[in-house]
């Protein structure tokens, strides 16, 4: 499949989009004025590119290291196909600015041929806000430069370029190219996944280009590494050790909470869980298929991996309440007591609802037939595991103040955070 960027562009996009061979695409590269086409995805069976993402790429770590671990079984393969593909662009292939899908870090390598990949960067910190593609002030089509710089860089062969998640970019091919490209998850950009993901999850059709579900077995697995890295002590290496946060440091704690509110809302986050099963992107639910998701909680995600994500939500529980026995945050200026992690998942639980309501005001499509009743379901479903989490949450959806939009901590509420280790029995000196 690719498409066809010489075909005038209307409002509906699928005019573009051709079935065609790669000869195809050789022929229209030898000719004067031949057509502009760009083939996108194809996928890679093999994981022959994965270390290209090394050493930055947390979920491989991640993958390797809890291979045969209870959810984790020897049969589980690694997504390739949406983890690494190849590009093949004719000149003046154009890519609009977009975020890509499910807050996953992306790496592109020229193989041949030349691109120009251009990074829009926000001149306030917009992308961990709700909303912030919706509105007058905002268009994929031409972004207003009194809130957004461009730079761009040109990348020829044998360079490689690795992106943060969250971030806004469009690509244009200056010179007939193949690329090889891909998606990871790092433990070092988390947080900037979890707001790429929110994105991604209520705004999929306005924001991006393609989705890769699959990808979220990689942030259960990383949350296995977590548990048994740090709340059972297995022993790590010291390449595994830099994949595993610091919690004794505001970001790692964050990075540390951030994996474990991605997997209490492992359900809530997935596209599948709003579908019933077999129901089809374009169908509405049947009576009986209505009946199993409404009464028996029953959706299109497959057994098994239900059963994962169930484990991972277990997991994440867990290594919550071990958080909360191991450590102290503390508030610097007032010196008051903060459950961090609360915070967070009440924050992340109220602002995918808040920002479901906008999306819905502005007619902007998320994940297939996600609708604001089945969303609020959903989380509820969630957070009674954690209930000081579903306090929060109704928490934050009282609030009115200017931070309602925020889809992380404030920073500067962040930066006052004293973390240490709480005193246990094993500290204790004095006589009993
Ligand atoms: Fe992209």
């Not at 917009?126 to 268009?139: C, D, I, L, N, Q």
């Not at 002590?233 to 919690?247: G, I, N, Q, R, V």
């Not at 200026?333 to 309501?357: F, M, N, Q, W």
Request: hydrophobic fraction near 40%; charge should be negative; aromatic fraction near 10%.
């Amino acid at each position: 499949m690719f498409v066809d960027q010489s075909v005038k562009l209307t409002d509906n996009q699928n005019e573009r989009l051709f079935q065609g061979t790669i000869q195809q695409l050789l022929d229209e590269s030898r000719k004067p004025n031949g057509k502009v086409l760009n083939a996108l995805e194809f996928l890679f069976s093999e994981p022959g590119d994965l270390p290209m993402s090394q050493p930055f790429a947390s979920d491989m770590v991640a993958w390797y290291a809890t291979v045969g671990q209870p959810g984790a079984g020897k049969d589980t393969h690694i997504p390739v196909n949406h983890l690494r593909w190849g590009l093949c662009s004719l000149e003046n292939a154009y890519t609009a600015f977009h975020i890509d899908a499910e807050g996953l870090c992306t790496l592109i390598q020229v193989m041949s041929g030349a691109k120009l990949w251009i990074i829009a960067v926000p001149k306030r910190p917009v992308m961990s806000t709700a909303g912030v593609f919706f509105g007058e002030r905002f268009s994929f089509k031409a972004l207003n430069p009194d809130d957004w710089d461009v730079e761009a860089v040109l990348l020829l062969p044998g360079t490689r370029l690795l992106m943060r998640p969250n971030v806004v970019h469009s690509v244009i091919t200056t010179g007939h190219s193949i690329c090889h490209g891909g998606h990871f998850y790092a433990t070092s950009t988390i947080q900037e996944t979890v707001c790429g993901l929110i994105h991604s999850f209520i705004c999929r059709d306005l924001i991006t280009n393609t989705s890769h579900h699959p990808s979220r077995l990689l942030l259960r697995r990383l949350m296995q590494f977590f548990y048994y890295g740090l709340v059972m002590e297995h022993p790590t290496d010291e390449s595994e050790k830099a994949h595993l946060p610091d919690l004794l440091t505001q970001q790692g704690s964050l990075d540390f909470i951030a994996v474990c509110s991605l997997n209490v809302l492992g359900n809530v986050l997935h596209h599948q869980t709003y579908s019933a099963p077999n129901q089809d992107e374009d169908e509405p639910a049947d009576q009986e298929q209505q009946k199993l998701w409404d009464q028996y909680d029953v959706n299109d995600i497959s057994f098994d991996e239900r059963t994962h994500i169930r484990h991972a939500r277990g997991l994440a529980l867990d290594a919550i309440r071990w958080y909360e026995t191991k450590f102290e945050v503390i508030e610097s200026k007032y010196g008051d007591r903060v459950e961090l992690p609360t915070e967070c998942i009440g924050l992340h639980a109220s602002s995918l609802l808040r920002y479901k309501e906008r999306a819905i005001a502005e007619g902007v499509k998320g994940a297939p037939h996600c609708e604001y009743w089945m969303l609020k379901k959903q989380i509820k479903n969630a957070l009674q595991l954690h209930p000081p989490s579903l306090a929060a949450c109704d928490d934050y959806l009282q609030l009115k103040d200017g931070n309602n939009n925020n889809l992380v901590l404030n920073p500067e509420f962040v930066q006052g955070l004293l973390i240490r280790p709480k005193n246990t029995w094993a500290d204790f000196e004095g006589r009993i």
